[in-house]
């Protein structure tokens, strides 16, 4: 009997270590980006959490796969769904699926009905998103890690917990780059 309650015990002892290495982990992970964002430990971990659990979705429910190519970027609560669903219907179900996720405040569902995108537009996206991000480094008076550059399909989504001057510079800065169709403003102002 003694070895079965050391086992149990061993068991659960187990699962809370699990626990706090995960943790651990998640908070490193998020450390190097914290310098200047300006959302707290627990909303960045909520971001972190909102994004995996849609992400789940799109990968363990067989409603999806080969159905839809669409990315989840979460920032303050505030949920950005961008990529393409075959039907109306696929990006619809995955959209009431997120609904159901704790501590979304809104979603901005840029979802488009079309074929997945092809390689070529999503090395051309991630060319665009490098080249902003250099370009924001690059701006005086504001803190490139507190701007989030999302492109998709040569459409350019900035997002960030910012000052309205900050904003300004970053969508100035992002417009200069060239390749891009349009700039859409998904920032929360501090002032």
Known sequence: MQSTCSHVASASHQRVIGRRTLAAVLLLALLPG?????????SMVDDTAIQLKATGILTSDAAFKGQAHINVTSQNGIVL????????????????????????????????????????QRTHDAWITNK??????????LHASSIKVITENSAVFLMGLINRQEGELATQATTQVSGIERVVQLFEYID
């Open 34 to 42: 914290c310098a200047h964002d300006r959302r707290s430990i627990g």
């Open 81 to 120: 769904l961008t990529g393409e669903a075959s039907t109306a219907e696929v990006r619809d179900n995955f959209l009431a699926r997120v609904r159901d996720i704790k501590s979304i405040r809104r979603i901005v569902n840029e979802v488009s009905i079309a074929p997945p995108s092809s390689l070529s």
């Open 132 to 141: 902003i991000k250099a370009r924001l480094i690059g701006t005086k008076g």
